[in-house]
């Protein structure tokens, strides 16, 4: 056992398998597209961006922290499968899971628009099996 | 008042990226002059270094003239960690090429510009300048190692009859 999970596809899998079985759901990236080179009009603010939503799963939805503060955002924590992130960084075309989560605008999650506030990475082997996204529902939400 | 400050915007972008043309940011793929507006772009609470931010704060309207004069103030913040194959022991040094290009590009005749709209293709010039003051430096805010420092600048325009 010990020497399977030295292996990092064998982490990745039991990482997938477990967020799958412990209520596993999806998640969307939003991802802004690319600026115009030389186009001055998104600099003004006169044109905005088109967006993609990327589909991310299995993740695991949970709460960050036990108690809400009046007047400040709530943290949540977003458990990624490591697969699912190197798929998308794969079809994206980004180096790294750090690059594609920095140019993500936020996360859709139930209709609200989370920003992503912090990521983290399990590795084994330099190879992450799990990412942990701390995101930030907006203060307009906030009860 | 929009275009004014767009105004100065495209006018301080210009300058500093031909004080220092090896300046420049990568935004949504793009590479470009490190000069930014903060209210243009995307909320993100990454702060970009190395490069300028500009953030419009007070905004004054003097109804006594025969068009009325408008004072607003830009801040620009910028802030450097130094190279990290430096160890950041060059953060210093970073932040004052930093405020000396800032410098430069402020204080060089003349310090107006047409006031131009661009919300037309192509960018239509309008009837008045848009003129700014000396840059008041702020001290720098140390923060680990990230030195930081914000410069407010009072920029000037006449609003025009029928402008926004």
Known sequence: MADLLMDSGAAVRTANVLLRGVGGRTVLLRMPAMASAGDVTEQLGLATPQFQDLELAPVVFRSARATVTEGKATRWELLVAGDAVETLVGSMGYGAAESLFGATFGVLIDGVLMTIESTTASEVRGSAYLYRLVVRAPLVQVV | ?164
């Open chain 2, 1 to 164: 008042m929009q275009n004014a400050k767009d105004t100065f915007y495209i006018t301080l972008q210009a300058r500093l990226a031909a004080v220092n043309p090896s300046r420049t940011i990568v935004v949504r793929g793009v590479t470009r002059p490190a000069v930014l507006v903060e209210e243009n772009e995307l909320p993100s609470d990454a702060v970009p270094l190395d490069a300028f931010r500009l953030r419009w704060t007070v905004l004054k309207v003097d109804p006594q003239a025969a068009l009325p004069l408008v004072t607003m103030a830009c801040e620009i913040r910028y802030a450097t960690d130094g190279n990290a194959g430096n160890g950041g022991m060059d953060r210093g040094r970073l932040l004052a090429a930093m405020d000396a290009e800032l410098a430069a590009a402020l204080g060089a005749p003349p310090r107006s510009v047409t006031k131009t709209s661009y919300s037309t293709a192509p960018p239509t010039a309008l009837g008045t300048n848009v003129f700014w003051g000396d840059a008041a430096f702020a001290p720098v805010a140390v923060t680990d190692e990230r030195l930081e420092r914000v410069a407010t600048v009072e920029v000037f325009c006449y609003q025009e009859a029928g402008e926004l």
